[in-house]
């Protein structure tokens, strides 16, 4: 069953008749049992995000697909038609490197609390949840295993390079690879009778105003279906 709590949020139970049910509005999702869904999503269809989370604010732009094992720490905006691959990291949390430790015990507030109450004062800790939100633009190609840091913005056709770490803004068409990330070169289509047609469809595709939705709330639409589950899992 589906409820709202205070933290604008609701309790999802997926089964296969509800995935199967999604997908036939658009959305592909390999999300399994309970899930904690934010209210402040939004995934144009049809889209295709595999086993990602749905606990952070996010938006999903039509046609676009995340692989497997993709992890978000942040509120991310995904484009249109973007290929982001398996076990790629967006908005991790970083650790403060000024304090005694590195250890969350000594910075993050609600870390652990039962064990840590009598080992430090709680009041002198800080929420340290990170609150800087991910930008990827249209047409971006994110490799494997690659990490997007917090706060970080992806320009159109942009790509990242597999096993990169992206510590800086990538600007429109470029193509960056490394730790830290860097120019490689810029993205050049070939241009031929074949481009010139696939780039009115790309143009429309991108520009289109009225591809159908779903937000959080639209998922308590689901909740007869989870009744069974309600009292033993919520």
Known sequence: MATKNKRSTLKIFFTR?????????????????????????????????????????????????????????????????CSIASNVSIGITSHPMDRVSTSAVFYQKGFMPKFTKNIINQSDLQDFSNKKKVVIGNDVWIGVNAVIMPGIKIGDGAIIGANSVVTKDVKPSEIVGGVPAKLIRIRKPIKNQAFSLQKKIFDHLINKNDFPFLVGKDFIKYKSIFRLFYKILF
């Open 17 to 81: 008749s509800v995935r199967n049910k999604l997908a036939k509005k658009g959305l592909s999702t390999n999300l399994k049992g309970k899930q904690i869904i934010n209210n402040k999503i939004k995934l144009e269809l049809p889209c295709d995000i595999c086993d990602l989370q749905l606990s952070y604010p996010l938006q999903v732009g039509a046609f676009s697909y995340v692989g497997k094992n993709t992890y978000l720490g942040s509120s991310v905006k995904i484009g249109r038609l």
